[in-house]
């Protein structure tokens, strides 16, 4: 059979791998446990913010308070209105339009 090398260099040294060496690194080195894989899945819960575990509804409030806060800098900056002049149901539009 052909074997195919794979030539690597590292610090001025090349070596030469052959396509199954490299195989068999590979295979031996997803074999090791990792330590993060030992601890149980209900303690990385924990340990995880809200964003981690729930991304889909965290990026939902971000996307809406983004949306919102640019329609009252919008109002206030270039429309030059106070913030008792806001128009909060233009406002509730953009975030819904947002959400």
């Known amino acids: 059979p052909m074997r ?14 052959t396509a199954k060496d490299a195989a068999t690194k590979s295979e ?12 149980s899945s209900a303690a990385e819960e924990s340990t995880k913010s809200f964003a981690e575990r729930n991304p889909f509804i965290f990026q939902l409030g971000v ?6 806060a640019a ?16 128009d909060l149901k233009r406002n509730g539009i953009f975030v819904v339009f947002g959400f």
């Open 63 to 68: 996307a809406t308070a983004k949306t919102s």
């Open 28 to 39: 031996t080195i997803a074999a090791k446990p990792s330590s993060s894989s030992t601890t």
């Open 71 to 86: 329609d009252i800098m919008v109002q206030v900056v270039v429309e030059k209105k106070k913030w008792n002049e806001i």
């Open 4 to 17: 195919m090398a794979i030539r690597r260099s590292t610090n001025n040294t090349t070596t030469t791998t």
